[in-house]
């Protein structure tokens, strides 16, 4: 699946939007990936995470577990996993940092994939892999639907994207004159409330 292929089913699904957007990391962006209308429709999310399952394996081989931050991360974490063949488990937050939790485990030196859905920063994604490691897991590779950093972020392991884009992303005091000109949209998922 190439780059084109993944952006035609994040369009098939409306979801690639144009405008002014805060992602979840804070930084501004014209382009936000509206990933939920993706992964609502199963097959278009099936045909993704199987496509990043393939990826999986050609890059690292047989792994033993896919583990995903909640909540973005769970449904293409699970799906992934079921392409692979293993478990699928995701670590959520307890007091303010990623834990597996709910009866969850890894066995020691199990080989894991990260699975998320978007990277941009690649925070989400170091912080769910130093949960993982300190739960004995052996993480071999992170992977994702889309890495928009253009392959810039480093999460400390390899990363395996399907498709990368290079998508600008600026800090709130450093926006170009025509993106400070659009109203601002906030779909970030860490400033949502309860």
């Known amino acids: ?41 199963t097959t278009r999310c099936e045909r993704l995470c199987k496509a990043l399952a393939a990826k999986i394996t050609a890059q690292v081989g047989k792994v033993d577990v896919a583990i995903s931050p909640a ?9 992934t996993a079921r392409h692979l063949g293993v478990r699928s488990l995701y670590v959520e937050r307890a007091d303010g940092e990623f834990k597996l939790r709910r009866g ?8 894991v994939v990260m699975v998320e859905d978007i990277v941009t920063t690649g925070l989400s994604s170091r912080e769910c892999i130093a949960a993982i490691k300190a739960a004995g897991g052996e993480v071999v590779a992170a992977a994702c639907i889309v890495d928009r950093s ?42 949502l409330k309860a």
Do not use: C, W
């Open 150 to 191: 253009g392959g810039r972020a480093d999460v400390g392991v390899p990363l395996i994207a399907l498709a990368t884009l290079d998508v600008p992303a600026y800090p709130a005091d450093a926006l170009p004159p025509e993106l400070a000109a659009i109203p601002v949209q906030d779909p970030g998922s860490r400033r």
């Open 1 to 41: 699946m190439t780059n084109e292929d993944v952006l035609a089913e994040f369009r098939g699904a409306g979801a690639l939007r144009e405008g002014h957007f805060v992602l979840s990391s804070g930084l501004h962006s014209p382009v936000f990936l509206q990933k939920n209308l993706v992964f609502m429709d």
């Open 104 to 111: 969850f485990t890894v066995e020691p030196g199990e080989k």
């Open 71 to 79: 909540v973005g991360g769970i449904i293409p974490g699970y799906e």
